[in-house]
């Protein structure tokens, strides 16, 4: 992107907005990472395989796809800080789904309440990474990004702690029960069960409905990029966004990054159950995840870019992710479950560093580009189901073949994992040469 400038604000007021624009990643962090508790508990409540299990990543990140353009829209017409407000309102709506879906225990209305909620992040995205991208030198975009990632998974392990202690705990003996009573019985089980989701929700729709409305009062100032210099620097030879390759480019790494990511800190607690370790263990597994996240942004934002470049941080990112995935592959138990939790090293940079480097030329086209990467988030909606089937086929194969079914599922659940190794290694590809791919010609 070239020269993009700030219009108005002077350093303390872009301080101020980094804070208030943190706050919202912290919310949407929150919401987005309860999703490693909620499928083994939506997994039991309704009574699910895997692949349907997975379906709640796929309710939240599918909206994705189906709002970032028309979100880019809203925001052009309303601005940003409405957008914000709207997204946050919307979010809260969807939290008050979830009671008229515990009541009924249907898997379809839980489903619709995740995906509102997904509509209204959508909203919050698509306003909040292109401003924060815009918000200084694109030399430093990563390091502005690297602070949102902290606050968006410190949001992300608490939330992962609470909801996994508020919807996992007894789980064991509960599923323990439904294989003894009756019918009558495990419908009541299950209903109790399912109630537990009722007071949590409501409280998280309020909080939502209240930060929506002090959004609209935060004082963030009007950044916008320099339209002039947009305008020179594409209008010669650019008339849409189908001649920039790298943006497609890192619009396919970033699908591919955020199904990755997914998959480390949503799978990781069923991953844990499907080994062998108690619910009560394995609920802490997301937070292991995001909290390597943590420590590597917190790493990114010391040295990037006076020490390392953006770039040099998404190749050796990529290359983790590559090793890290073999690792999972050929180790098993709690080795293996903290080599998945390690993937919240190679994960950390990979957003901060495309978003920067997809951008970089766009010009007027920009906010285009940037409703095009929130799209790619979809990636969450796709990728995680595809594994979870690869573990319902693994299963299959393997029971079919005589084999044990603990064994069955941990080993199915363990080599479902290659996955992970293809996504980085486009990733990989993106870092070393895709990035620079300006034109179709070369």
Same mark, same amino acid.
């Given at each position: 992107?070239?020269? $993009?400038?700030?219009?108005?604000?002077?350093?303390?007021?872009?301080?101020?907005?980094?804070?208030? !624009?943190?706050?919202?990643?912290?919310?949407?962090?929150?919401?987005?990472?309860?999703?490693?508790?909620? !499928?083994?508990?939506?997994? $039991?409540?309704?009574?699910?395989?895997?692949?349907?299990?997975?379906?709640?990543?796929?309710?939240?990140?599918?909206?994705?796809?189906?709002?970032?353009?028309?979100?880019?829209?809203?925001?052009?017409?309303?601005?940003?800080?409405?957008?914000?407000?709207?997204?946050?309102?919307?979010?809260?709506?969807?939290?008050?789904?979830?009671?008229?879906?515990?009541?009924?225990?249907?898997?379809?209305?839980?489903?619709?309440?995740?995906?509102?909620?997904?509509?209204?992040?959508?909203?919050?995205?698509?306003?909040?990474?292109?401003?924060?991208?815009?918000?200084?030198?694109?030399?430093?975009?990563?390091?502005?990004?690297?602070?949102?990632?902290?606050?968006?998974?410190?949001?992300?392990?608490?939330?992962?702690?609470?909801?996994?202690?508020?919807?996992?705990?007894?789980?064991?003996?509960?599923?323990?029960?439904?294989?003894?009573?009756?019918?009558?019985?495990?419908?009541?089980?299950?209903?109790?069960?399912?109630?537990?989701?009722?007071?949590?929700?409501?409280?998280?729709?309020?909080?939502?409905?209240?930060?929506?409305?002090?959004?609209?009062?935060?004082?963030?100032?009007?950044?916008?990029?320099?339209?002039?210099?947009?305008?020179?620097?594409?209008?010669?030879?650019?008339?849409?966004?189908?001649?920039?390759?790298?943006?497609?480019?890192?619009?396919?790494?970033?699908?591919?990054?955020?199904?990755?990511?997914?998959?480390?800190?949503?799978?990781?607690?069923?991953?844990?159950?499907?080994?062998?370790?108690?619910?009560?263990?394995?609920?802490?597994?997301?937070?292991?995840?995001?909290?390597?996240?943590?420590?590597?942004?917190?790493?990114?934002?010391?040295?990037?870019?006076?020490?390392?470049?953006?770039?040099?941080?998404?190749?050796?990112?990529?290359?983790?992710? !590559?090793?890290?995935?073999?690792?999972?592959?050929?180790?098993?138990?709690?080795?293996?479950?903290?080599?998945?939790?390690?993937?919240?090293?190679?994960?950390?940079?990979?957003?901060?560093?495309?978003?920067?480097?997809?951008?970089?030329?766009?010009?007027?086209?920009?906010?285009?580009?940037?409703?095009?990467?929130?799209?790619?988030?979809?990636?969450?909606?796709?990728?995680?189901?595809?594994?979870?089937?690869?573990?319902?086929?693994?299963?299959?194969?393997?029971?079919?073949?005589?084999?044990?079914?603990?064994?069955?599922?941990?080993?199915?659940?363990?080599?479902?994992?290659?996955?992970?190794?293809?996504?980085?290694?486009? !990733?990989?590809?993106?870092?070393?040469?895709?990035?620079?791919?300006?034109?179709?010609?070369?």
């Amino acid at each position: 992107m070239a020269n $993009t400038a700030v219009s108005t604000p002077k350093l303390s007021s872009n301080a101020l907005a980094i804070i208030i !624009i943190a706050g919202l990643f912290f919310i949407f962090g929150f919401v987005t990472w309860i999703n490693g508790a909620l !499928i083994p508990f939506m997994k $039991t409540i309704n009574e699910l395989t895997d692949a349907q299990s997975y379906l709640v990543a796929s309710a939240s990140y599918i909206s994705f796809v189906v709002m970032a353009l028309p979100a880019s829209y809203i925001i052009n017409r309303i601005g940003y800080k409405k957008g914000m407000s709207l997204g946050l309102f919307i979010m809260g709506v969807g939290a008050l789904v979830f009671i008229p879906a515990a009541e009924a225990r249907t898997y379809s209305v839980f489903l619709t309440g995740i995906f509102i909620q997904g509509v209204g992040m959508t909203l919050l995205q698509t306003a909040s990474n292109p401003y924060i991208t815009i918000l200084g030198p694109i030399e430093s975009a990563a390091k502005r990004i690297a602070i949102m990632g902290i606050a968006n998974k410190v949001a992300g392990a608490l939330g992962s702690l609470i909801f996994g202690a508020i919807l996992l705990s007894g789980i064991d003996e509960v599923k323990a029960k439904l294989l003894t009573v009756s019918v009558v019985e495990k419908d009541q089980l299950l209903n109790t069960m399912a109630d537990s989701v009722i007071t949590p929700y409501l409280v998280m729709a309020i909080v939502l409905f209240v930060l929506g409305f002090l959004i609209r009062k935060a004082p963030l100032p009007n950044l916008e990029s320099d339209e002039h210099e947009e305008e020179t620097d594409t209008k010669s030879t650019k008339s849409h966004v189908f001649q920039f390759p790298h943006l497609w480019l890192g619009v396919l790494a970033l699908f591919l990054y955020v199904g990755a990511e997914v998959i480390a800190g949503d799978t990781i607690i069923s991953y844990g159950i499907s080994l062998g370790f108690s619910s009560e263990e394995a609920k802490y597994f997301t937070t292991y995840t995001l909290l390597a996240m943590v420590l590597t942004y917190a790493l990114g934002v010391f040295l990037i870019p006076k020490y390392i470049k953006q770039r040099t941080a998404l190749i050796v990112s990529a290359l983790l992710g !590559i090793v890290f995935s073999c690792c999972i592959i050929s180790t098993t138990g709690m080795t293996s479950v903290l080599f998945v939790a390690a993937l919240g090293i190679s994960n950390a940079l990979v957003w901060p560093a495309i978003w920067p480097l997809t951008l970089d030329g766009l010009g007027k086209f920009t906010k285009t580009g940037s409703a095009l990467l929130v799209m790619a988030i979809s990636g969450g909606a796709i990728i995680p189901p595809l594994y979870g089937k690869f573990v319902d086929i693994q299963k299959v194969t393997l029971l079919s073949e005589g084999m044990p079914e603990t064994q069955a599922v941990a080993h199915a659940a363990t080599s479902s994992y290659w996955i992970l190794i293809p996504c980085y290694a486009f !990733i990989l590809f993106f870092a070393l040469w895709g990035h620079t791919y300006k034109s179709w010609s070369k």
